[in-house]
């Protein structure tokens, strides 16, 4: 199989990979800073067009404030402190979700100020999954068929799709997740309906580019039939099965 045309990170393990050196969870949200950048170097050097981040989950709200304080500083740094080396990649920056008011108005001002910084890249397109849930995309998708007065019976995947955020968006072809745990966690409902999903058992502090790469490997090793056969086990043309 080629390379995945998209790829999904939910980068999981932060607050663990902090717990086992005795170190707060922030520690972790830091330590997740280099991974970050080595995935997308490593994304864009094997030849993938799309790469999504589950960065913060619309249920991320939920955690400590000290904490979710804590996460929007570091990710205010991380955006104003990488944009030129995004730029200088030719790296299209995009943000999925960002619509909640608790966001800080200076944090929404740099992820407006990148996008727009990079629109006309035509390498990679990197999309930030930032106060973002898949349930609520589908929702407002939803909402946005009514309000345009779409006719039930003219509803098909398709037109649906074209009401979801970021609609050029491809269907994810890998979801990668780390820490070992095996849940999609409300991440691209949509898109990731026939993705392949890998689970590595490394923290994401510790996931670097050699880890992506096996992971593509690991990708390229399978078969996706999309709920038909593989070639080898397709009906012959005279209706037998081959031997």
Same mark, same amino acid.
């Given at each position: 199989?080629?390379?995945? +045309?998209? !790829? ?13 050196? =005795? ?33 913060? =989950? ?8 000290? #904490? ?10 991380? !955006? ?32 407006? &100020? ?28 939803? +909402? ?11 509803? =098909? ?5 074209? $009401?979801?955020? $970021?609609? &050029?968006?491809?269907? !994810? ?5 780390? =820490? ?15 993705? #392949? ?13 050699? $880890?992506?790469? #096996? ?29």
């Amino acid at each position: 199989m080629p390379v995945p +045309r998209h !790829v999904a990170c939910v980068m999981d393990g932060n607050g663990r990979w902090a717990a086992l050196r =005795s170190l707060p969870r922030t520690s972790g949200h830091r330590a997740a800073e280099a991974t970050v950048i080595d995935v997308i170097e490593a994304a864009r050097a094997a030849g993938v067009q799309w790469l999504s981040l589950y960065a913060f =989950s619309t249920e991320n709200w939920q955690r400590p404030g000290s #904490e979710v304080d804590y996460l929007m500083r570091l990710v205010r740094r991380v !955006v104003r402190k990488h944009a030129p080396l995004l730029q200088a990649r030719g790296i299209r920056c995009r943000f999925l979700g960002v619509t909640d008011s608790q966001i800080p108005a200076e944090l929404a001002r740099d992820f407006a &100020d990148l996008t727009t910084l990079t629109s006309r890249n035509r390498g990679m397109t990197l999309t930030v999954a930032f106060d973002h849930g898949g349930r609520s995309d589908i929702v407002e998708a939803a +909402r946005s068929l009514i309000r345009n007065q779409v006719r039930a019976e003219a509803v =098909s995947e398709e037109s649906f799709a074209a $009401h979801l955020p $970021h609609p &050029d968006t491809p269907d !994810v072809d890998l979801v990668i997740r780390t =820490s070992g745990e095996q849940r999609i966690s409300n991440f691209m409902l949509w898109q990731v309906a026939y993705a #392949e999903f890998i689970f590595p058992p490394v923290l994401w502090p510790d996931f670097g580019a050699a $880890h992506f790469v #096996e992971c593509l490997h690991t990708y390229r090793q399978r078969s996706r039939r999309f709920g038909g056969l593989a070639p080898q086990l397709a009906p012959q043309a005279d209706g037998a099965s081959p031997p």
